[in-house]
């Protein structure tokens, strides 16, 4: 019978972490994942100091989703990622630029048709 082995690692500057191959990266990633779950931590430390109780001054739409909105934050965010990742990098950036720009289009549009309105009001007057 084979007794099992224990052996001690030890990372050194040199090892590669990331997935790009860059070192030192892979440090970074982990930072971040660790501040993520720092982050869910700190949420559930609150979520219990108020019995799993939502704010008074929430909706009653807000208050049913209270003690699941984590779960449901990180399983949309898991399919963004996804499909995110099975896409060309290409096409994510064109869809993220398509994104920022739309909405400073729609608020010009907006502000347009607004003050277009407005001119309208005041040439024409206030009839009530």
């Not at 084979?2 to 690692?9: D, G, L, Q, V």
């Not at 931590?41 to 704010?55: A, L, Q, S, V």
């Not at 001054?57 to 984590?70: H, I, Q, V």
Request: charged fraction near 25%.
């Amino acid at each position: 019978m084979a007794t099992p082995k224990i052996f001690a690692a030890r990372r050194s500057d040199n090892d590669d972490l990331s997935c790009s191959g860059v070192g030192g990266g892979g440090r970074r990633r982990l930072v971040d994942e660790n501040m993520i779950v720092l982050r869910k931590r700190i949420h559930e430390i609150k979520m219990i100091e108020r019995n799993y109780e939502p704010p008074a001054d929430w909706m009653e739409w807000e208050k049913r989703y209270y003690t699941s909105y984590d779960s449901i934050i990180c399983d949309v965010l898991g399919v963004l990622q996804s499909q995110l990742m099975n896409t060309r990098p290409s096409f994510a950036l064109g869809m993220v630029a398509v994104m920022m720009l739309s909405l400073p289009a729609s608020a010009a549009f907006l502000v347009v048709h607004a003050v277009e309105m407005i001119k309208r009001i005041m040439e024409t007057g206030i009839h009530l």
